[in-house]
């Protein structure tokens, strides 16, 4: 059982490139959702998901996109890299509600770095 | 004012003892209230769920004091295998966010 995959785990990149971190889970879970942690912040909700199609914004969205065009997936696109990005990103996702909707599953993280 | 706060530590204790974490939050309109584990860089795992009247798991126990807007977590006879860091985290009633704190780091020695 996969869970949440999420690629890739390191990367690096210049400011004003551009890139998307994969999540995936086969879990079938409703709510997919993208956190990033940097020190002293705790986690916080950058974008997220109640199902296909639907998407919303979190608490720190600017300079990232999201889709979801199937249940499974959902990328998180940096449009143009900046150092303030530079953190360690968590994809996570959860059933919609009623027994075990309480509990996020994460993937194992991506640590970003720009220069 | 952070929405939920944590004292970040590190908590050093030897291994057998007690030990207990506090997290205040801020907004009134929390309803659910979990503790996740967080392994150095590791992802968060969800520890427990805090439920009004509290609640036990093993050598863990979780409580919530709605009045004074904390919860609680004690873990007793402690294992090396307990360090780690403490993540409290608040959602507001059927909301699709969740807060996170900081977390309170708990190191375990011999």
């Known amino acids: 059982n996969a869970g949440v995959t999420q690629t890739p785990k390191f990367q690096v990149l210049k400011t004003g490139q551009s890139m998307t971190l994969q999540c995936a889970q086969d879990?079938?879970?409703?709510?997919m959702s993208w956190y990033r942690q940097d020190p002293g912040m705790g986690l916080r909700l950058i974008h997220y998901?109640?199902?296909?199609?639907?998407?919303d914004q979190g608490e720190v969205p600017n300079g990232y996109n999201v889709s979801r065009s199937t249940t499974e997936d959902f990328p998180l696109r940096l449009l143009s890299a900046a150092p303030s990005q530079t953190s360690v990103y968590f994809c996570?996702?959860?059933?919609?509600?009623?027994?075990?909707?309480?509990?996020?599953?994460f993937g194992s993280g991506t640590q970003l770095s720009v220069l | 004012r952070k929405e939920v706060e944590q004292d970040p530590g590190p908590f050093n204790v030897p291994e057998g003892a007690t030990v207990a974490f506090n997290c205040t939050y801020s907004?009134?309109?929390?309803?659910?209230f979990f503790w996740y584990r967080q392994d150095c860089r590791k992802e968060p795992k969800l520890l427990m769920s805090?439920?009004?009247s509290g609640n036990e798991d093993g050598r863990f126990t979780a409580q919530l004091n709605r009045a004074s807007q904390y919860i609680s977590l004690l873990i007793r006879d402690s294992k090396l295998s307990d360090s780690a860091t403490y993540l409290c985290?608040?959602?507001?009633?059927?909301?699709?966010?969740?807060?996170f704190g900081t977390g309170t780091q708990l190191k375990v020695e011999l």
């Open positions: 907004n009134s309109a929390s309803q659910s």
């Open positions: 996570a996702s959860r059933t919609g509600s009623g027994t075990g909707g309480e509990k996020l599953f």
């Open positions: 879990m079938n879970h409703e709510y």
């Open positions: 805090v439920y009004s």
């Open positions: 985290v608040a959602r507001k009633g059927g909301g699709n966010k969740l807060t």
């Open positions: 998901s109640v199902g296909a199609g639907i998407t």
